[in-house]
């Protein structure tokens, strides 16, 4: 994976890994609260934001 002298690989590299915990830890932060309920409410808001900006 690691090239000799690539600098530019490694900064690649690095991106990937940054980009890969930045959707890990929204996942998770979408994830706290995996409640059923809380899910349906969650769907439900959306769906009316959603509704209201139709008009």
Known sequence: MF???GKGQKLVEARAI???YKSDIQMRKGLQFHHPDLVLYKISMRMKRKRKKSY
């Open 3 to 5: 090239m000799e002298g």
């Open 18 to 20: 940054r980009d890969h």
